[in-house]
């Protein structure tokens, strides 16, 4: 409740490293934070753009937090990315997942945990963890505190957004 760091940093303090999916370095003097669900439409369009922005523009990083409001499966999609992150694949598993054609299948989402090099034993340890369920609960609670009523929901540095921004939008917004 002070004014030592604008909001949407202070959510990426107080989440564990494991809750974070990033693109881009952490110096980067833009941050881009989007709350999301893997079954949202908007989501999976607004993905490559946010990458690509990352990309075209060192000054970038962005950040994929988990929002899994849509159904069961998104919570259960969700948990498996947190359980990768701790092997170090969350961005690869995530972005394996987004890049999946048409709808979602557990036949698509076991070939993505494939080419995603996650080890399968492993992940499904890690999503038994409490930690694992914990960090989704809290990813979700600061979407909400901070009025994610949906996804996307996305902080463009200071400026927050509900729902999809156009590419050139939030090219507009960085500094």
């Known amino acids: 409740f002070d004014d030592s760091k604008?909001?949407?940093?202070?959510?990426?303090?107080?989440?564990?490293?494991?809750?974070i999916i990033q693109v881009g370095p952490n110096n980067a003097e833009n941050t881009i934070i989007e709350f999301m669900d893997y079954f949202c439409g908007y989501c999976k369009k607004i993905?490559?753009?946010?990458?690509?922005?990352?990309?075209e523009r060192?000054?970038?990083?962005?950040i994929f937090l988990?929002?899994?409001?849509?159904?069961?499966?998104s919570f259960a999609i969700s948990k498996m990315v947190v359980a990768a992150n701790f092997q170090g694949k969350g961005f690869d598993l995530h972005h394996a997942i987004f890049s999946l054609e048409g709808s979602l299948t557990n036949e698509k989402?076991?070939?993505?945990?494939?080419?995603?090099?996650?080890?399968?034993s492993r992940l499904r340890i890690d999503m038994g963890r409490d930690?694992?369920?914990?960090?989704?609960?809290?990813?979700?609670?600061?979407a909400g505190g901070v009025g994610a009523r949906g996804t996307p929901a996305i902080f463009v540095n200071e400026n927050f957004s509900p729902g999809y921004v156009p590419k050139n939008r939030i090219i507009n917004l960085l500094k």
Not at 58 to 62: A, D, E, G, I, P
Not at 66 to 73: G, K, R, T
Request: no cysteine; aromatic share 4%; glycine share 2%.
């Open 6 to 19: 604008p909001i949407h940093l202070k959510i990426l303090d107080v989440l564990p490293q494991e809750a």
């Open 47 to 55: 993905q490559p753009e946010l990458i690509e922005i990352a990309k």
């Open 58 to 62: 060192k000054n970038v990083r962005v």
């Open 66 to 73: 988990q929002y899994p409001i849509l159904n069961e499966s």
């Open 109 to 120: 989402l076991e070939q993505a945990i494939k080419d995603s090099g996650v080890n399968e």
């Open 131 to 142: 930690e694992t369920e914990q960090i989704l609960h809290l990813s979700s609670f600061l």
